[in-house]
């Protein structure tokens, strides 16, 4: 809950500053409203729809879009992977679920719990789903 709090404070912040600080150059006063307008939309996105993926004993539900929800079973889904990136000085984990089709990307923020060991929940839980094809 703190993260869109955080995202909406910073849209307020960008609107207060922009016209602080615009000196009545449109040019500033629109980015600054543009960089406001992106972190509400951000922010909005995040109280609307908290739970980007869910897990039932068919499969898993994934959000699709702004506030969209697809849901995907066990047999569509080909690989559940944690990709691990170094990036500025720090490591970036981010779950990833290929259904052949499409990629489904979450990062921690997404799930509010490490990447791997989400990604171990699913695996046991897709073996548990399709016994005849066991998570590489």
Partial sequence: MALPVLKLTGAALFLALGALLS????????????AATGLLGWGLRDLVVPVRLSVDPTGV???SGFAGRRHISWAEIEQITVDTRPRLGLRTETLEIDTRTSLHLFTRYDLGAPPDEVAAVLRTAWSTGQPGNPPP
């Fill in 61 to 63: 539900t994934v959000v």
């Fill in 23 to 34: 000196d009545g150059d449109p040019v500033r006063l629109a980015l600054a409203v543009a």
